[in-house]
């Protein structure tokens, strides 16, 4: 069983998004198990989901295909029972100095117990603000481990491409966010004004 699996799902909208993925692919560890989840539309959480339920990894990370690691290893984010992600430059996170959506690890323990990431949210956003109130609930530390380093886009590489779908997906996440929680999660990016079509 390999000691990591790395999950991405990746929409294969244009060469663009294509060239994003390859970066990302070659930045990881050689002997990680990867899994590319051909997302075509069909939601972030779904496709992640299938990826999760693949992976055979003592610990599985999920990483955005705009991602790529430039300093440290990345096997110093499988930490026991905790939630870890990597600095994270050029893009803020959900969690200031700990969870961060577009990259982070977790052992097959925590997500046994805390479960897969919730299929109701349509497209893409708010999926890793759900999971972390999840992590939170569930007494589940998370923890940046600033010894490894990624790049990330901050304006989102593939929402980008199609911004009216984005803004649909936004507005109807944030919703069902609230309706679950009771709360609606700070702005990641206030330079962006939260706008989804410049946002993760």
Request: charged share 25%; aromatic share 8%.
């Amino acid at each position: 069983m390999p000691l990591l699996s790395v999950v991405v799902p990746h929409w294969p909208i244009d060469e663009e998004v294509d060239a994003a993925l390859a970066d990302c692919l070659a930045s990881l560890p050689h002997d990680c198990e990867k899994l590319v989840i051909v997302n075509e539309g069909t939601g972030y959480a779904r496709n992640v989901n299938r990826g999760l339920r693949l992976a055979q990894g003592e610990y599985v990370a999920v990483v955005g295909n705009d991602t790529r690691v430039v300093g440290g290893s990345v096997y110093d984010l499988c930490v026991p029972n905790v939630v870890t992600s990597p600095e994270v430059l050029g893009k803020p996170g959900v969690e200031s100095g700990g969870f961060h959506g577009t990259f982070w690890v977790a052992p097959r323990a925590v997500l046994d117990r805390v479960g897969l990431l919730d299929e109701g949210f349509a497209g893409a956003f708010f999926e890793d603000d759900d999971y972390l109130a999840r992590l939170r609930q569930a007494g589940v530390e998370t923890k940046q481990v600033r010894s490894v380093r990624v790049e990330s886009r901050r304006i989102g590489l593939t929402m980008s491409k199609v911004p009216e779908l984005a803004r649909k997906w936004y507005g109807d996440n944030q919703r069902r966010f609230e309706e679950k929680w009771g709360w609606v999660p700070p702005v990641t990016d206030p330079d962006l004004n939260d706008d989804p079509d410049r946002s993760g």
